[in-house]
């Protein structure tokens, strides 16, 4: 005889939805409940059915993840936090790549996500209305999209471009080169205006041909750097919009000949793991990646379970952390 959650319920005296979230270690209930329920499971021999979990909570207890390439070393330290803390809900992930391509979330079959974190997408993208139209709740998270209202898990860019700018400038520099990022995405967007306003505010010039854009590619960093420190005048200084293109950057720089750290500085965005290996040693702006994925799946499994509930905004305060590529001027 196969036995159900309804009969697993009646004897351990609680509800059937009582015995699925007991059993999916879902938080809220008391621990002497959880052990009692999980008891009576043992004793029965009853093993939860995911297709009927999904059929009776109408949950497929999956969350898509909207992701760039792995490749890019700073996709993997988001999403791996994010992994784990929704399966500590009870969810499983699923990646999902080109989420600016036409018909991203069309392409999605009905029921196959309970939700969508997005952690990568451009200022106009189409992803999150038709998400939204498609009744499929989501969350950005690192990223934001011009005109949307939703739940975000941020870093305050605007701030740690700026803190940036003003580290460069209290170090004496003046001859300061720039690698932006995108332009059409909100942390490169954001980044450089911060890194602007903190270099007008201490009086510091950014002339056009020191200033570069382009993805945040290891590629984008070698390359402009690779022009911008074969300028007859060249900078002492170089920001780059985020950690991968530093390290482009480092490494143009040292196939120059220059050295890093005592001739030249180079100042990175994000503070991903290989930042502070000991061969890299990048000074960068730091902020808690692992809390704003944490956070980007807390408020995904909240928006699930509350779909009318405010929108939430939570963000990040950065910081400067200095290790070895960076020197005083003078």
Known sequence: MAFTSHD???????????????????????PETVARVQEVARSLSYVPSEAGRTLST??????????????????????????????????????????????????????VV???????????????????????PFVLVNRSVDGVECDRSTVDNIAGGRLAAEFLADLGHREV????????TSTGRDREHGFRLG?????????????????????????????????????????????VIAL???????????????DLTIVGFDDIAMASWEIVDLTTVHYDL??????AADLMVARIAEPASPFRDVTLT?????RGSHHRVG
Not at 8 to 26: C, D, M, N, P
Not at 177 to 184: A, E, N
Not at 290 to 295: C, H, I, K, L, Y
Not at 318 to 322: A, D, L, N, Y
């Open 290 to 295: 692992t809390a704003m994925a944490q956070t």
């Open 58 to 111: 109408r949950q497929a207890r999956s969350i898509g993840v909207f992701t760039a390439e792995l490749t890019n070393p700073f996709y993997p330290a988001l999403v791996e936090p994010v992994r784990n803390r929704l399966e500590q809900s009870g969810f499983r992930t699923i990646l999902l790549a080109e989420p600016d391509a036409a018909g991203a979330a069309e392409n999605l079959p009905h029921g």
């Open 8 to 30: 697993v319920a009646k004897i351990a005296g609680v509800s059937q939805s009582t015995v699925s979230r007991a059993l999916r270690g879902v938080p809220g209930i008391a």
């Open 318 to 322: 950065p910081e400067i952390v200095t």
């Open 114 to 136: 309970d939700g969508a974190i997005i952690a990568t997408a451009h200022l106009g993208s189409p992803l999150p209305a038709s998400l939204r139209a498609r009744g499929i």
């Open 248 to 262: 482009g950057a480092l490494n143009a720089a040292r196939a120059k000949g220059r050295d890093v750290g005592r």
């Open 177 to 184: 080169g720039v690698v932006f990022g995108p332009g059409d």
């Open 199 to 243: 270099m007008s505010e201490r009086g510091v010039p950014i002339p056009p041909e020191r200033v570069r854009h382009g993805q945040f590619s290891y590629e984008t960093g070698y390359s402009a750097a690779s022009v911008l420190l074969g300028q007859a005048a060249s900078p002492t200084a170089l920001f780059c919009g985020n950690d």
